[in-house]
């Protein structure tokens, strides 16, 4: 078993796109209208075009908003992207508007650090050595 696709709400799909791509990095994978302005929307990382794909998924249920406040107020990451280093690329975001909700901090074997990623969510950049 793999895991194939994995989600992460956001408010604006097209907004969502931009910071996805055009900050991080990813890469748009499918872009399917499934009417009422929503979109099967998906980015990959540009290192593994094949490998698991983000849903950029719309906000549209009910229960979306109180979970996502819950998890911003609490300072959950809504999802986590493993990167080779987190300092320089903590250095590279913030060079980019970029805001981080936690800086670059080592814990054992690893080093995080969380951001918001302009659509709801807090995201965190992890390296394990």
Not at 74 to 84: E, Q
Request: with cysteine; aromatic share 8%.
């Amino acid at each position: 078993m793999r895991i194939y696709i994995t989600s992460v709400f956001v408010e604006d799909q097209e907004k969502a796109l931009r910071f996805y791509t055009e900050v991080l990095g990813f890469v748009k994978k499918h872009d399917v209208p499934l009417g009422g302005g929503a979109r099967w929307l998906t980015v990959v990382s540009a290192e593994q075009p094949e490998g698991t794909e983000l849903l950029l998924e719309p906000s549209g249920h009910p229960a979306v908003p109180p979970y996502k406040t819950a998890l911003v107020k609490d300072g959950i990451p809504a999802v986590s992207f493993a990167v080779d280093d987190v300092q320089a690329e903590y250095e590279r975001l913030r060079a980019l508007g970029v805001e981080f909700t936690q800086e670059p901090t080592r814990m054992g074997p690893v080093t995080t650090a969380v951001f918001d990623d302009t659509c709801g969510n807090l995201v965190q950049i992890v390296r394990t050595s």
